[in-house]
Structures are given as structure tokens and as C-alpha cells.
């Protein structure tokens, strides 16, 4: 298992945590996504369940599920379960704005705790889990693996919809499942329209949704110019409003995440001229685009040019330098949220939200290839070979003893055609 909110980090590792608090996040602050808020509706019970296993396995004393008051629907399933179990999981409603389900921001609002600069939840004794992760903790329980993931296919498809899709399945056979794309020119994201990167390939556990857009899409302009441009134009448009920095998320709730300072720097001299205390703000950012996509009048870039400025960070083994503990949340702090449906109008994906329904029976394909690593850490290794058959939940990869990392699971019955170096090529049996 591994988290099932986008990040990949394997399930195993928290759960062997000690910590006073778990958290389900169920917050889904991407527009267009509909997984988790029907997630919660639909398997209330094995949510429950898994907060239960979770708050035991790490010993916390409070276990709360995080949603927004606006999944009405979700919390009443919920307290009607949680009183039917006579369960201690507690839910904290939360407001409509982005990005809630931010670790650091949901930390706060839920418990009033403020994760450290460079930090994680665990450094405040705070474990947080997707609610899809925790519904599949519930699951692992009983033996059964993740062979499938749910994700909302939305954006200029024929039937916008919610269903469950065997991990593997390629892109295009989920796009068609959806009635197809409407335009002859478009762009696949994988995630939601705000952080979600391109894709032409297949569903790993990690896919929350894939978003057809068209190709002269702004979102597909913002995310495909060259980073060049964007440094060209930390020069010549940033007019140090400074709105990127007051809209800032990370900002917002007291750490030292600047980025008009980094964008005045990077327009003023080379990256590696920037004093480093600056450039150890790359760390601190969460890649919201926050400051981008929807605070930046000029639409500059400052989220791209900070993952840029990481990157070659993290290359170069540049350690973080900003740690510090303790810091005041910003006094307008919550006066600042924003809400998703001024995000995405200002994106103009508002004309794409509509209803996904969560379809009962799983996507069936007729073929997977199935990615070696889905996870935080390194690759599986084949456990299979060109020719063998595989049943659905056989194992067909795994990680070296004592590895950062979490096996595979074959998705489909059939017999595997290919071993790639990054994925395992499995035919389905006909019917
Ligand atoms: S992407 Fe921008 S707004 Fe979001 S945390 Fe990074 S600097 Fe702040
Ligand atoms: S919001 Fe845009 S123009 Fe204003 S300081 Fe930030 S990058 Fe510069």
C-alpha cells in the first residue's frame, strides 16, 4: 500500500509510527475531483474502520476525519456509522477553500498544531493518511491488496465519471471508458487541473483523476512553457506586488516562504548568486500554485521557478537551512482562503464541474501494464516472468528486503506478455 492522496510515501512506514494523532484526509481541495467525497459515502465502514486500526497501531488518542462541511452527503454516512460502531473517530469540518487538504494547513485547522518549517506531521505527532489509503488499510486487514484505484475522469470527455480502474490500465482505455474526448486537440493530466502533471501513460495507485483539456488550454500554456521564459519574466514582468507571497499557503501559516523575494532575486542575478537562506525557501514551498496560477496578476510563475530552483537543489545535495520550530500563524491567515470555485474560474475549469457519479461496477480492460515503482523509495523487482498467468491480488512484484518501498499486485487475470524496465505488460484472459 501507498498513500493514495498523490505523494506515493509507503502505507507501512506511518502505520509503524508512534504518534497522538491520525488524521484522514479527506479534504479533496482540487476542483473537478469527486473521489474522496464519494469514497467516504461509499465505504463509510471500512473508513472507520481503518481510522480504528490506524489510531491503535500508532497509539494516538484522537482520531478525526477531515472533510469539507459543504460533503453533506458524507457526513451523515459517517456519523451514522460512527455511532452504529460506538467509534472515538471524530469528524472536523472544514470550509470549501485551497488548498485544505495541504498536510500542513489540514494539520493546523484540525488540530491547531504547526507543523515545522521543512517538517512533517510526524514532528508534531500527527499521522495523516489520504481517506482512500485508510479505507485500503481497512482492506490490507482482511489480506486483500490494492489492485484497483478510484479517480475522476473530467474535462472535455463525452461522460464525466468516478470509477474504480485496475492499477495499470492505460490512459487512453480510461479516457474512452468516459465516452471519449470531445476535442480532436487535447493534453491528459494526472491529478487534479491545479498540481496534476501530463500523462500519456497508465494509472498507478497514486492517479486521483485524469483531466482532458484542450491543448491552447491556459492551464496546459501555464504548465508547458519553458522555465526559461518564466525566469525572463521574473525580470522584466514581476512588479513586487508581492500578492504571490501574501496568498502563500505555507506563508500564511508563519513559514518563511517569500516568493516574490525569490522571484526579485532569480530576476536579478544567477541562481547560484542568491544568498542561501532564500534559496532554502525552495524547500519550505508545498507547489500549490497558489501564487501562479491565482495570485500572480501578471501571471508569472513563481511556483514553477521555485520547483526549478529545487531541483537543482536537491541535484547539487543543497541541505535545508530554515528549520525553525516555533512561529506565529499570520493574523489574516484565515481571512485569505480561498475559495475553489474563484480557483477555478480563475483557471477556467469551472465550465468542466460537473457531476462525476461514482460508478458501482469496476472499469473492466483488457490489458495493464503496471508500474515497477508507485511508491516513495525504490522499484520493485520483478517477481514474474514473460509467459507466467496471474490472478487478480498475486504478487508480481515487491522491493529488495529492508527497502524504502511497497510490492504489486496484478490487477487483471491473465498471463504477463512483457517485462519492461518500468512496468510488467499483462494481457487479460478472454472472456
Ligand atoms: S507554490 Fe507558491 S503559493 Fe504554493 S507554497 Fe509554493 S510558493 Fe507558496
Ligand atoms: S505576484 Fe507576480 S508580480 Fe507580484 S511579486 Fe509575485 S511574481 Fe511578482
Redesign the pocket.
Known amino acids: 500500500m501507498v498513500g493514495a492522496g498523490g505523494a506515493g510515501f509507503p502505507s507501512h512506514v506511518k502505520a509503524a509510527a508512534k504518534a497522538k494523532w491520525v488524521i484522514a484526509n479527506g479534504a479533496e481541495c482540487e476542483p473537478l475531483l469527486r473521489v474522496d467525497q464519494q469514497l467516504m459515502i461509499v465505504h463509510a465502514a471500512e473508513l472507520v474502520e481503518g481510522m480504528e486500526l490506524l489510531a491503535e497501531s500508532v497509539g494516538a488518542g484522537k482520531a478525526v476525519i477531515g472533510l469539507k462541511k459543504k460533503y453533506q452527503g458524507a457526513i451523515d454516512t459517517l456519523k451514522t456509522e460512527i455511532a452504529r460502531r460506538g467509534s472515538r473517530v471524530e469528524l472536523a469540518l472544514l470550509g470549501g477553500y485551497y488548498p485544505a487538504g495541504d498536510e500542513h494547513v489540514l494539520v493546523y485547522d484540525v488540530t491547531g498544531l504547526q507543523v515545522p518549517e521543512g517538517g512533517i506531521p510526524m514532528d508534531v505527532s500527527v499521522v495523516v493518511n489520504n481517506v482512500g489509503t485508510v479505507i485500503n488499510i481497512a482492506r490490507a486487514n482482511r489480506g486483500i491488496p490494492v489492485t484497483h484505484r478510484v479517480l475522476t475522469v473530467a474535462g472535455e470527455v463525452k461522460r464525466p465519471v468516478t470509477f474504480s480502474v485496475p492499477v495499470g490500465a492505460l490512459v487512453e482505455d480510461v479516457i474512452a471508458a468516459a465516452g471519449g474526448p470531445t476535442v480532436a486537440e487535447y493534453e491528459i493530466l494526472d491529478g487534479g487541473p491545479i498540481m496534476g502533471g501530463f500523462t500519456t501513460g497508465q494509472v498507478s495507485k497514486k492517479t486521483t483523476g485524469l483531466i482532458v483539456l484542450p491543448s491552447d488550454h491556459k492551464q496546459v500554456l501555464y504548465k508547458k512553457r519553458p522555465i526559461e521564459h518564466d525566469i525572463k519574466r521574473a525580470a522584466w514582468a514581476c512588479d513586487q506586488c508581492r500578492t504571490?507571497t501574501d496568498?502563500?499557503?505555507?506563508?500564511l501559516n508563519g513559514h518563511r516562504?517569500e516568493?516574490h523575494i525569490i522571484m526579485r532575486l532569480v530576476g536579478q542575478q544567477r541562481a547560484d548568486a542568491i544568498p542561501p537562506e532564500h534559496l532554502a525557501e525552495a524547500y519550505l514551498?508545498?507547489?500549490?500554485?497558489?501564487?501562479?496560477m491565482y495570485a500572480c496578476p501578471t501571471t508569472i510563475s513563481?511556483?514553477r521557478v521555485?520547483a526549478g530552483l529545487l531541483k537543482t537543489m536537491k541535484e547539487k545535495q543543497v541541505p535545508p537551512t530554515l528549520l525553525r520550530k516555533e512561529f506565529p500563524v499570520h493574523p489574516v491567515r484565515d481571512g485569505r482562503k480561498i475559495p475553489v470555485s474563484r480557483f477555478a474560474a480563475r483557471i477556467d475549469v469551472l465550465r468542466y464541474d460537473h457531476d462525476a457519479p461514482l460508478r458501482k461496477e469496476p472499469l473492466e480492460v483488457s490489458r495493464v501494464k503496471i508500474p515497477l515503482q508507485q511508491h516513495v523509495g525504490v522499484p520493485c523487482r520483478p517477481l514474474v516472468k514473460s509467459g507466467d498467468r496471474v490472478a487478480v491480488g498475486e504478487m508480481i512484484g515487491d522491493v529488495p528486503e529492508g527497502a524504502l518501498g511497497a510490492p504489486i499486485h496484478a490487477s487483471i487475470a491473465g498471463k504477463v506478455e512483457q517485462i519492461f524496465e518500468d512496468s510488467i505488460f499483462i494481457r487479460a484472459d478472454p472472456k
Open positions: 504571490c496568498y502563500c499557503p505555507r506563508y516562504m516568493p514551498c508545498c507547489q500549490c500554485g497558489v501564487c501562479g513563481p511556483d521555485i
